[in-house]
């Protein structure tokens, strides 16, 4: 699967959070671009990026409800209406759409009554419905609140959480999720240092065998479900 | 009430939508202004204008469920945080924002199930969040769907609502209306020919005489609706 992160920040350097997400970025198949780097806006160059994609994520800070100026530049330059949708014919249709904001505000202001007053949902309703318009399918959103105040074991969670969004295959469920790990697992130990690679071959072997479980547990709920339903 | 119309357009002169209202506007007091004619944004100078107003208007073609990227550039540049909410002062207070939005789709293609999917309320999310925090009051928006397409009596019509929406009290009331018409209707008289003043009074005052005959009527319904309460 490939993966292209569109970043859109008018001060990129100075952006402790985007500084971040660049240095977690996994060792998949990612391309990664920054919009307001790019010294012009090569149109055929873009689409092409686009078409070979399989997930499109547009990662940015919330600036008044919205994505910066430059992604807004680079939408209203790249995505002609001949490309998303002229003739009938849909190039970006199937392609998942993930959208990456991160806002200096805490959860609890986007909501009715709260300082913001509007959900990130509601905020991001026209890249939704361009979403719609192309035909792609919309990933739940990726939001990071307050990133200034995460503490380490939060940070860490980020790097997980984001590398999954960028690559584990939809839908975010269980086995989805074991499968990323278990594949990222062997690789892990692999590049350990020759001493500590016994370690990491017993925590892999500990991680399969409680796979294995969590797998029998769910033939046993998904059972017990059945009876239920009768 | 002086009214700040806002336009943002990348090619202004190509449009007839945009030059139409243009040639539209009302001779009141308003102070119009194209952002992507500006060769910098002069930030305290868009702030102390925005301080002018009472009435503020947002004035866009819809781009990718948006405003133009110009428009965006805008706000992330002259709606600093200080301006807009900092130390608890909101200059911006009580004003009101209105959006006048062109589009080329028709109107059913704004809902569930239409072609785009969202209607313009639920895409124009940001701009009144934003309203919402700077505590501004949100006029209904003021969508004009296809204008190329519009017939002679139609763009006529259209003068007379997007003048009213630029500069009539709100709300949007029968007494609202009939005031703001009365009130041009002297200067519009006094602007005719010679020859062509007394048909020009003469219209002014049967104007004037369905006015007092509709205040009446609406007295009188205002008791019927009265008594229905008991």
């Known amino acids: 699967m490939t993966t292209l992160v569109l970043v859109s920040h008018p001060q990129l350097a100075d952006s402790t959070s985007q500084q971040f997400l660049k240095e977690s970025l996994p060792d998949d198949d990612i391309i990664w671009e920054h919009i307001e780097s790019l ?5 055929a160059q873009e689409q092409a990026q686009l078409r070979r994609a399989d ?9 008044w409800y919205a994505a910066p100026a430059g992604l807004k ?3 209203d330059t790249v995505l ?15 392609k998942e759409l993930g959208i990456v904001v991160t806002t200096g505000m805490p959860r609890q202001a986007f909501q009715r009554g709260g300082a913001e007053g509007v959900t990130l949902d509601a905020a991001l309703a026209p890249l939704a ?15 990071i609140y307050q990133f200034g105040y995460l503490e380490e074991p939060e940070k860490l969670q980020l790097v997980v959480d984001y590398q999954r969004y960028l690559t584990q295959p939809q839908p975010d469920s269980l086995a989805n999720r074991q499968d990323w790990f278990a594949q990222r697992l062997d690789g892990m130990v692999a590049r350990l240092a020759e001493d500590q690679r016994t370690t990491g071959r017993l925590i892999a ?26």
């Open 73 to 75: 530049q680079w939408e």
């Open 39 to 43: 010294s012009s806006l090569d149109v």
């Open 205 to 230: 072997s500990v991680f399969e065998q409680n796979r294995e479980q969590i797998d029998q547990l769910h033939d046993t709920l998904a059972m017990i479900k059945e009876q239920d339903d009768d």
């Open 55 to 63: 997930r499109i994520i547009l990662q940015f800070p919330l600036y």
């Open 80 to 94: 002609t209406r001949t490309f998303v949708y002229g003739d009938h014919r849909y190039p970006l249709a199937d």
């Open 129 to 143: 419905a361009l979403a719609h318009r192309a035909q792609m399918r919309w990933l739940p959103v990726f939001p």
